[in-house]
Nanobody, 117 residues
């Protein structure tokens, strides 16, 4: 059974930091691109960051210089270190795993991040 389990969300003041974790199981972790998406109330889900199976990273412009994605393949876990958090970062953050050759696509249940001003 494929599982993506996010953790690490919470309430933090503006300027603070959080580290999200996405623990994966049930598939060949090394073959997948792992990404973080977020969805704020009343808004569409947007891509935040991802790391390819080759270790190439991507960040959306609004988080560049503040967020860092990393992968621990031995633990089948991807992290999103979020620094200098802003109220506009408030959202439910979702982990996604995608295998591009087949389009296989899995989602976690989400973790809430709330940044107070």
């Amino acid at each position: 059974e494929v599982q993506l389990v996010e953790s690490g969300g919470g309430l933090v003041q503006a300027g603070g930091s959080l580290r999200l974790s996405c623990a994966a199981s049930g598939f060949t972790f090394d073959d997948y691109a792992i990404g973080w998406f977020r969805q704020a109330p009343g808004k569409e889900r947007e891509g935040v960051s991802c790391i390819s199976s080759d270790g190439i990273t991507y960040y959306t412009d609004s988080v560049k210089g503040r967020f860092t994605i990393s992968s621990d393949n031995a633990k089948n876990t991807v992290y999103l270190q979020m620094n200098s958090l802003k109220p506009e970062d408030t959202a439910v953050y979702y982990c996604n795993a995608r295998y591009n050759p087949t389009g296989a696509d899995y989602w976690g249940q989400g973790t809430q991040v709330t940044v107070s001003s």
